[in-house]
């Protein structure tokens, strides 16, 4: 590397000769990957109709008609901690684009010198001292050097520094523009916290309810089972029931208590999760719950595939982190060509304090312009270029399968309540046909005619098919709350656009005189 002078004389070719050398050799073309992937058309599971976006988090939480529900997510987008580790980020993202910015403008500082140096005596007029022979008079003589007083030289300097860059190749700038929309996609991740927060709330209450659902029906099979107990002991009492008869029912009955202490774990932990989700220590909060058959199911219309694809938050930070790596792109480029920095120096010099402001001879002035052009580096500069073209088509690919992964989950979210209305559906059925199988082996029990093993049989269905529609509700809420995330929430286009705008307020905001 070197850093030859710019001065009037500097022969205009110098330049064009220096980056046709530095150029030599170098690669700098780029295929910037293909991105053009439109949508389809429609959605498999939906009729193709367009749909407005969904309401904001609040209010999607509110159409479960449970105001408890509706406070634990409000209290969770105000606690949150991930939400807040995430517009942390947001405030680093907003620093590191002025911190990228600051190269773009002059560059200048104070810079006060007082310095004292003492030349020892024994640098100053340095001779030899000896003898010799004079052949005018035919005597010796012999020659001495006097000795020097050390010295103490003073210097004192009070003036200004500026340097500056001139960005002939916009590689200040586009490092700029990497940064500043790199702060754009920590807002879009906060939003994406924030709806994944949402969703995270939403499917652990789900879960209480669930849970407390399934410790009643735990219990009332319970209940059942004792009762078939003590029916199947009294007819052991009359000799029409035998010990296998008793010991086959009291294993069920234990079967059925066991079941208990796994549901009160589940409900329990469950609460402890949803406290950490709101902020807060498990001591510190109560969840009432209720029963899942008590809360509405939200009626969501998914619209078009381009709509998703709008209103989804992480395609937004996708695609903003590959627009900024363009720019790195660009950046890493610019390193190849030369670099001119302009440089001056104003303000007072003087050996004496006491002149340092009051002669206009002590004022100084400098100014230096400086060329710098890569010559040969051990290709680093290319490594770099290679480096950022490499990253971009990784975002590039990162980005189409987050398109694809919109696509999908919304595909998988309107499947999954399809299906799972379904299974309810037929679960009710057999719930109710359970039940009434069960009616009629205990009238035929108490009639002393039933074989205990028609018995058992039908209990464990009644039990089973109670469990399997109490776990097949949760599924169905809990795919109400993935089309929520697959929607993207409460974002829009509308969101997006202000997200953008906070981006750029808080960037002019913050800094000050310069960028």
Request: glycine share 6%; net charge neutral; proline share 5%.
């Amino acid at each position: 590397m070197t850093a030859p002078a710019l001065t009037r004389s500097t022969h205009p070719a110098l330049a064009a000769a220096l980056l046709a050398a530095a150029l030599a050799g170098c690669d700098l073309e780029w295929n910037k990957p293909d991105l053009s992937a439109p949508p389809p058309a429609r959605f498999l599971e939906a009729k193709p109709h367009p749909a407005p976006p969904i309401s904001g988090a609040r209010d999607f939480a509110g159409k479960f008609g449970s105001k408890e529900l509706t406070g634990l997510v409000e209290r969770a987008l105000d606690d949150n901690l991930d939400l807040a580790a995430a517009i942390a980020r947001i405030t680093q993202a907003d620093a590191q684009a002025r911190v990228s910015s600051a190269a773009q403008w002059p560059s200048v500082s104070m810079t006060d010198i007082v310095r004292t140096t003492r030349t020892p005596g024994t640098t100053i007029n340095v001779g030899s001292a000896g003898s010799g022979f004079n052949p005018a008079t035919s005597t010796t003589t012999t020659s001495t050097q006097s000795t020097s007083r050390a010295r103490n030289f003073g210097f004192f300097q009070l003036g200004l520094t500026a340097s500056y860059e001139l960005d002939f190749w916009g590689k200040n700038e586009d490092a700029s523009m990497a940064a500043r929309i790199l702060a754009n996609a920590s807002r879009f991740d906060r939003d994406v916290v924030e709806i994944s927060t949402v969703a995270a709330v939403l499917n652990a209450y789900f879960q209480v309810l669930t849970a407390q659902d399934r410790l009643r029906i735990a219990r009332q099979n319970v209940v059942i089972a004792q009762q078939v107990m003590d029916a199947i002991n009294a007819r052991l009492e009359v000799g029409t029931a035998t010990v296998l008869d008793t010991s086959q029912q009291e294993t069920i009955l234990a079967q059925q208590q066991a079941s208990i202490p796994p549901l009160e774990q589940t409900l329990r932990q469950t609460r402890n999760n949803l406290a950490v989700l709101l902020g807060q220590t498990p001591e510190s909060m109560t969840i009432k719950g209720g029963s899942l058959t008590r809360l509405n199911f939200p009626r969501i219309a998914p619209g078009l595939p381009s709509e998703v694809l709008l209103r989804r938050p992480d395609v937004a930070e996708a695609e903003a982190r590959l627009a900024s790596q363009e720019f790195s792109v660009l950046q890493a480029r610019a390193a190849f060509f030369p670099s001119v920095t302009l440089t001056s120096l104003y303000g007072f010099q003087s050996a004496l304090l006491r002149t340092l402001l009051l002669r206009p001879d002590a004022i100084a002035l400098q100014l230096a312009g400086t060329l710098t052009q890569p010559i040969f580096d051990g290709w680093s500069l290319q490594g770099q270029y290679d480096l950022q073209k490499g990253r971009y088509s990784e975002l590039a690919a990162l980005y189409r399968k987050q398109i694809l992964t919109a696509l999908a989950d919304t595909e998988n979210a309107l499947i999954a309540i399809r299906e799972t209305d379904r299974q309810m559906k037929f679960l009710g059925v057999a719930v109710s046909a359970a039940r009434r199988a069960l009616d009629a082996a205990e009238m035929i029990l108490r009639e002393g005619t039933i074989d205990i093993v028609t018995l058992a049989q039908t209990q464990n269905n009644y039990f089973l098919t109670q469990d399997q529609l109490a776990v097949a509700r949760l599924s169905y809420y809990q795919a109400a709350t993935s089309l929520y995330q697959a929607l993207g929430g409460g974002w829009s286009p509308t969101t997006r656009e202000i997200e953008l705008a906070r981006s750029n307020a808080a960037y002019e905001a913050d800094r000050g005189p310069w960028p």
